[in-house]
């Protein structure tokens, strides 16, 4: 099977995608991102952020965790081998199918679409009677951007498929907060996400963005290496699996503890 023939299946569970232009989300503009004159300003300041959700956004009492074991076990009856999975910094669809071949179940469209299609019922269900919280800092830094004078486009790049992802923003009320984004469902690998949501974000500004007018938001090697495959900036946060030592290794642009450790205005520069 071609590595991204799994993905075919998710865009049937979008149900809630709003593709009217200027909408949340709206991706369907064609890939023709013109240059436009702006001033030496603003073409020198941060033009679009990237947040990755989980430990980064918000922290969902390991929600999304149970829901895959719960599907497992009872739509596959596979149970054994849960433990070898690392989830921070992965993407749904590369979980998935390292859990199928573990077991040896077939990794194809059906059985990605029977896996996302219980997922997603589990997710919502568990993520209501579990703890969770927004990351510290994380309100004030996005209501900082949004309230500068040329406020950067706020978007999304995340492992996860795009419906389990407003599952959980909408828990937390921040679903309507991005602009645009990338999930699992564009690529499994992670850095092609993020090329998907830098794309996505020359359309909405209508122009090509240059490395450093870009960051990512993340709490894991895994997305600072992604922010590195498109030349942004990257902001690493310890509030998710990795402590501010890992994450220093790996060569961030700002490392801090929490988000509440930095301000709009450092971000964009």
Request: proline share 6%; hydrophobic share 45%; charged share 25%.
């Amino acid at each position: 099977m071609e590595p991204g023939a799994a993905l075919l299946f998710i865009v049937g569970l979008e149900a809630t995608r709003d593709s009217e232009p200027g909408s949340p989300f709206f991706s369907g503009l064609p890939w023709d991102c013109q240059s436009s004159e702006r001033p030496l300003a603003l073409r020198r300041m941060v033009r679009l952020v990237l947040f990755d959700i989980d430990g980064t956004l918000i922290l969902t009492g390991g929600a999304g965790v149970k829901a895959f074991a719960k599907v497992f076990a009872t739509e596959f009856n596979a149970v054994d081998g849960f433990e070898q999975l690392k989830f921070a910094g992965r993407t749904d669809v590369s979980l998935v199918r390292e859990f199928f071949s573990f077991h040896q179940i077939a990794p194809t469209p059906e059985n990605f679409k029977r896996f996302f299609e219980r997922y997603v019922f589990w997710l919502d269900h568990i993520l209501y009677q579990s703890e969770g919280s927004v990351c510290p800092g994380v309100l004030e830094l996005i209501r900082g951007l949004q309230g500068l004078p040329q406020p950067p486009v706020v978007g999304l790049l995340t492992g996860n498929i795009r419906l389990g992802a407003e599952i959980k923003l909408r828990r937390f009320g921040l679903w309507g907060v991005f602009a645009t984004g990338a999930f699992a469902d564009d690529h499994e690998d992670r850095d092609q996400i993020a090329a998907v949501a830098y794309q996505r974000g020359c359309q909405m500004l209508n122009e090509p963005l240059r490395g450093d007018q870009v960051v990512v938001v993340g709490d894991t090697p895994f997305d600072i290496r992604c922010g590195r495959a498109i030349e942004a900036k990257v902001l690493a946060v310890a509030t998710g699996g990795s402590p501010l030592d890992e994450l220093r290794r790996h060569q961030p642009d700002w490392v801090v503890g929490t988000l509440e450790e930095i301000s709009a205005r450092q971000v964009v520069g």
